[in-house]
Nanobody, 118 residues
């Protein structure tokens, strides 16, 4: 069963902005809202890396590479998580994945491709 679905990827010029979204279509509010949600990305030929997290209390954390440029947010009523990306760089290119961990198991969406041109 698909737990997470990402959308909003695309092609953007360097310095531009893009927002990717993640929805949890099969979760009810009471299951979604307490979860810490994460964004990861994977560039071609590289390992998947953590990008940002948001807790149930909306505490956020960011990888150094994106700090000050990316903003993670959530709308529990819609069971959505967002990643607003600004001042984008070619190094931001990759497949972006939504994630949560439950009892030691990671759950992933299929990902959405983001490409930043120089």
């Amino acid at each position: 069963q698909v737990q997470l679905v990402e959308s909003g990827g695309g092609l953007v010029q360097g310095g531009g902005s893009l927002r990717v979204s993640c929805r949890a279509p099969r979760m009810i509010y009471s299951v979604f809202s307490p979860k810490t949600m994460n964004w990861y990305r994977q560039a071609p030929g590289k390992q998947r890396e953590w990008v940002a997290s948001i807790t149930s209390g909306r505490t956020t954390n960011y990888a150094d590479a994106v700090k000050g440029r990316f903003t993670i947010s959530r709308d529990n009523s819609k069971k959505m998580v967002y990643l607003q990306m600004s001042n984008m760089k070619p190094d931001d290119t990759g497949v972006y994945y939504c994630n949560y961990n439950e009892r030691g198991t990671d759950y992933w969406g299929p990902g959405t491709q983001v490409t930043v041109s120089s």
